[in-house]
């Protein structure tokens, strides 16, 4: 019912940037918390960025500075801007969409975009 849409990931020299999005469709009123989680090989999941409304933005220590979440409620897409990029970067980055308002008291949880890889080299 609800689908996330990635784009934006590709291959970047350290130093560089990257612009990630992600776009939720759906009969879609709302979203509560919209984030970006990655998955580098042979570790587990770990949360990156997110935002909650009425909140202020979270970030992970291994990114904040570099990496900034954005919102655009109405368009229900997220982004994660990312600068300075590190090799240690490197993994599979995948959006996050949670306590979606699909209206008539009805509401989707934790889902989750394909994955997008980003690879960043020396």
């Known amino acids: 019912q609800v689908q996330l849409v990635e784009s934006g990931g590709g291959s970047v020299q350290a130093g560089g940037s990257l612009r990630l999005s992600c776009v939720a ?3 879609i009123v709302s979203i509560d918390t919209m984030g970006w989680a990655r998955q580098a ?21 291994s990114v904040k500075g570099r990496f900034t979440i954005s919102r655009d409620n109405a368009k229900n897409t ?24 699909l ?16 690879t960043v080299s020396s």
């Open 41 to 61: 090989p042979g570790k587990l999941r770990e949360d990156v960025a997110s935002w909650t409304s009425g909140d202020s933005p979270a970030y992970a220590d």
């Open 78 to 101: 997220v982004y994660l801007q990312m600068n300075s990029l590190l090799p240690e970067d490197t993994a599979v980055y995948y959006c996050n969409a949670n306590s979606i308002d």
């Open 103 to 118: 209206g008539g008291r009805k509401f989707a949880y934790n889902i989750w975009g394909q994955g997008t890889q980003v």
């Open 25 to 27: 469709s759906g009969s």
